[in-house]
């Protein structure tokens, strides 16, 4: 079974830090760009960042550059979300997303509030 499962989500003080993880399943995962979503209450889903194949290239919406790290492990099949200085704008559901095949995550919850 094709899957996609995030792990990491909670509540966070501003100016904390969290991990977030995606765990692929049912697929050849080191043959697949990989991307991060988030989707806060109201708002449509936005794009967070995007990961080669082999993890050498990486982008990022401008929203979290430079707070944001993306990092992944073809052996192990999973892919990360390093998450620092988290601002309270940051607060959304976060869905990874991997291209070949085209296939989501259910989403974790991250929530910055003090």
């Known amino acids: 079974q094709v899957q996609l499962v995030e792990s990491g989500g909670e509540l966070v003080q501003p100016g904390g830090s969290l991990r977030l993880s995606c765990v692929a399943s049912?697929?050849?995962?080191?043959?697949?760009?990989m991307l991060w979503y988030r989707q806060a209450p109201g708002k449509e889903r936005e794009w967070v960042g995007t990961?080669?194949?082999?993890?050498?290239?990486?982008n990022y919406a401008d929203s979290v550059k430079g707070r944001f790290t993306m990092s992944r492990d073809n052996g192990k099949n999973s892919f990360d979300l390093q998450m620092n200085n988290l601002k309270p704008e940051d607060t959304a559901v976060y869905f990874c997303?991997?291209?070949?095949?085209?296939?989501w995550g259910q989403g974790t919850q991250v929530t910055v509030s003090s």
């Open positions: 990961i080669g194949a082999d993890g050498d290239l990486a």
């Open positions: 049912g697929f050849t995962f080191s043959n697949s760009v």
């Open positions: 997303r991997a291209l070949s095949p085209d296939v």
